[in-house]
C-alpha cells in the first residue's frame, strides 16, 4: 500500500509524451502491456488521439500517472486503452481522461465512441456506466491471458451525437 498523499493531475493532450514511462504505466494494469514501441507507433499514429494525466507538483515534476489513446475514424472513434498508474486509481483520474477524450471527440464532431472492458472490472464498467456508456454487446471468452477461465468483453458505446 502507498503511504504518501496522492496530488491532483493536470489532463492534457499528449505533446512529446516519452512511450517507455507510458509502457510502465501500461504495465501496472494489463498482463499482456504494450511495449514502448507500439506506444509509440500509436502516439505518431495521425488518427489516434493520446491524453495524458500528469502529477502536478510545486517542485516542477509532471510525470505522466496515466493516459487514454482512442483512434478515429469517420464519424466514429473506439478507446484503444486507457491505463492508471496504480496509486492514481480510485481517485479520479480515469474519469477525468475519459471526460477529456469526450470533449475532444465532441469537438472533432465525432457521432459514437466505442470500448471494450472485461466484465469482471467493476470499476471500469462502473465508471463507463456512470459517464453515460451503454452496453451493446458481449465477446465471450475475449480475455484469457493469465487467467484460469477466460473473461467476457462488454462492448460499450457512447453516443456524443
Sequence with gaps: MYWWPVTPVAIEAAADPDPGQLADIHAEGFPHAWTAADIAKLLNDETVYAAIARRDSTFGSRNPVGFVLARLAADEAEILSIAVSTPYRRVGVGRKLMED????????????????????????????????FKSVGERAGYYR??????????????DLR
Design 101 to 132: 477524450v469526450l470533449r475532444h471527440l465532441f469537438r472533432e464532431r465525432i457521432g459514437r465512441l466505442f470500448l471494450e472492458v472485461d466484465a469482471e472490472n467493476q470499476a471500469a464498467v462502473a465508471l463507463y456506466r456512470k459517464l453515460g
Design 145 to 158: 491471458e493469465g487467467r484460469e477461465k477466460p473473461a467476457t468483453a462488454l462492448v460499450m458505446r457512447y
